[in-house]
């Protein structure tokens, strides 16, 4: 696992050399990329944008390799079970996948319904996990987004940031944890 907050050296071999140009771009304290995404809200289609959440609360940006996946099912229904946990700490949670809007539409009906804001990064493909860099470039994988999540507050700045691996579940404390301590601040 790599977390950003804390400046880590190490480097998935499956990010190479572009890792160093991430953490770069997206250190703690820097403004998030905005971005755009379709999303279904309890099954219904909306469309998402950053720049429109500004202000109206923090967002856990929660990317995940792929709909139908065993873990990324896990980690969608987690959120679901400890909504009102985020709720309490002012946080909206977004799902992001590369998987098409139709095919997370399909997908939150066996496993859903969801409260939370299901997103699709699937046109261009992957432009969102490109731009916040957790778009997997080589095997195993390729073209779908790593498991990670961020932390982005109500101005719009990362505070927490961590990339675990595929077949890892996150911690939904600890992502709860960095909300808490940014309702300190």
């Not at 480097?11 to 755009?36: N, R, Y």
Request: glycine share 10%; proline share 6%; charged share 30%.
């Amino acid at each position: 696992m790599i977390n950003i907050k804390d400046g880590g050296q190490e480097c998935p071999p499956h990010i190479g050399d572009a890792w160093s140009e991430v953490k770069t771009l997206l250190q703690v304290g820097d403004m998030a990329p905005d971005f755009a995404v379709p999303v279904l809200v309890g099954g219904v289609r909306k469309q998402f944008r950053l720049a429109e959440h500004r202000g109206k609360g923090n967002l856990v940006l929660a990317f995940y390799p792929g709909n139908r996946e065993p873990v990324s099912a896990q980690q969608m229904v987690a959120f679901q079970v400890e909504r009102e946990k985020f709720l309490a700490e002012q946080a909206e949670i977004l799902g992001v996948s590369v998987d098409s809007i139709m095919n997370t539409t399909s997908w939150e009906r066996e496993i859903g319904p969801f409260d939370f804001l299901l997103g699709s990064d699937f046109w261009p493909h992957g432009e969102v996990s490109r731009r916040y860099g957790v778009l997997r470039e080589g095997d195993p994988l390729k073209g779908a987004s790593e498991r990670a999540i961020f932390v982005i507050d109500k101005a719009g700045k990362i505070r927490f940031s961590r990339i675990y691996p595929a077949d890892e579940l996150p911690d939904l404390e600890e992502t709860l944890d960095a909300l808490r301590e940014l309702a300190k601040t």
